[in-house]
């Protein structure tokens, strides 16, 4: 028997197993990648950004997945010059990719005054919004920097309400892995530190790592819904995803995963559930909903990394 032929027969056992709501809805991703142009945590200069951006695009290509990348544009004026930053910019939208507001200056709404909040928007807008004008692509997405949604009910919904006058659909999440914390870790690596742990481990308990957070997100998917609700990925444009996105996405890809727009995701009646303040820490939304719904997820977000990456993460990062 040949391979398409075995794998056929497979994919045709594996749908009539009792899981079969996973065959019959398909699973689906979308990807939405923040703090463009690039986040890392030691210096990094605007060849090397360039170096990170290409090989993230390259990977989105390759598996004809589209992205959107959420900006702050503070970072524009960094090293490097405003002209080299924006063209940076300019390579996301030249791929097909679309760009959202992350706000000037990363700032959360938990240490920020509602007023401030609005002000980092509208600063944050202007280049992006007139690169996706001329590039023909909608400017539509915003992404609460650490995902924090508000200390009160009053307060997010203000904020909300600001956010769509001002033509924005907030972007949630539903999947996560510590990339941030991952690629802390990384990026001191790259200087040429020793954090306790060579790269090519680290990249294999990242690795390992995405595929506990899928596990468990898709679990409280169906703990909530009943079905593989579309799930939104969240990750970072740094080092470590440059060089491990093309896995990542191999990765999904062998669970079954379609990629889709964030639009597409968002149609889900699922988006629809209310998802409160998030205060202080801004979990995945599958536990904001499920805070709101009164249910008990029989799962609470992926576990910790090992303590061999908690250990390199204090010695290099705190
Ligand atoms: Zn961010």
């Given at each position: 028997m040949t391979d398409p032929m075995n794998r056929t027969l497979s994919i045709i056992l594996f749908c009539l197993m009792p899981i079969a709501a996973y065959c019959a809805e398909g699973k689906k991703l979308a990807i939405t990648i923040d703090d463009l142009?690039?986040?890392?945590?030691?210096?990094?200069?605007?060849?090397?950004?360039?170096?990170?951006?290409?090989?993230?695009?390259?990977?989105?290509?390759?598996?004809?997945?589209?992205?959107?990348?959420?900006?702050?544009?503070?970072?524009?004026?960094?090293?490097?010059?405003?002209?080299?930053?924006?063209?940076?910019?300019?390579?996301?939208?030249?791929?097909?990719?679309?760009?959202?507001?992350?706000?000037?200056?990363?700032?959360?709404?938990?240490?920020?005054?509602?007023?401030?909040?609005?002000?980092?928007?509208?600063?944050?807008?202007?280049?992006?919004?007139?690169?996706?004008?001329?590039?023909?692509?909608?400017?539509?997405?915003?992404?609460?920097?650490?995902?924090?949604?508000?200390?009160?009910?009053?307060?997010?919904?203000?904020?909300?309400?600001?956010?769509?006058?001002?033509?924005?659909?907030?972007?949630?999440?539903?999947?996560?892995?510590?990339?941030?914390?991952?690629?802390?870790?990384?990026?001191?690596?790259?200087?040429?530190?020793?954090?306790?742990?060579?790269?090519t481990a680290l990249v294999a308990e990242y690795m390992q790592h995405l595929g506990d957070a899928i596990d468990a997100f898709e679990t409280m998917s169906d703990d909530l819904f009943g079905r593989p609700i579309p799930q939104i990925w969240l990750i970072h444009a740094n080092r470590i995803n440059a060089a491990t996105l093309s896995d990542s996405l191999e990765l999904f890809k062998s669970r079954g995963y379609e990629f889709v727009t964030l639009k597409e995701a968002l149609e889900d009646p699922a988006y629809a559930t209310m998802a409160g303040p998030s205060k202080r820490y801004g979990p995945s939304w599958l536990l904001r909903w499920a805070r709101s719904m009164r249910i008990r997820p029989s799962v609470f977000g992926q576990p910790d990394p090992s303590e061999t990456v908690m250990n390199a993460f204090r010695n290099s990062c705190q």
């Open positions: 142009p690039v986040a890392s945590a030691t210096p990094v200069s605007v060849d090397e950004k360039r170096e990170i951006t290409e090989k993230i695009l390259s990977a989105l290509r390759d598996r004809d997945a589209q992205a959107v990348g959420f900006v702050n544009e503070d970072k524009l004026l960094e090293d490097g010059g405003i002209d080299a930053n924006v063209a940076l910019l300019e390579a996301w939208l030249d791929d097909g990719m679309e760009l959202g507001n992350h706000t000037f200056g990363h700032v959360g709404m938990h240490e920020t005054e509602l007023s401030a909040m609005k002000a980092a928007v509208l600063k944050g807008e202007p280049i992006s919004r007139w690169l996706s004008e001329r590039a023909d692509r909608p400017y539509r997405y915003f992404r609460h920097p650490f995902t924090q949604t508000g200390d009160s009910i009053e307060e997010q919904f203000a904020f909300e309400s600001f956010l769509a006058a001002h033509g924005y659909t907030v972007a949630p999440f539903t999947i996560e892995h510590t990339d941030y914390l991952f690629s802390c870790i990384y990026d001191h690596l790259a200087a040429g530190e020793d954090p306790g742990m060579d790269r």
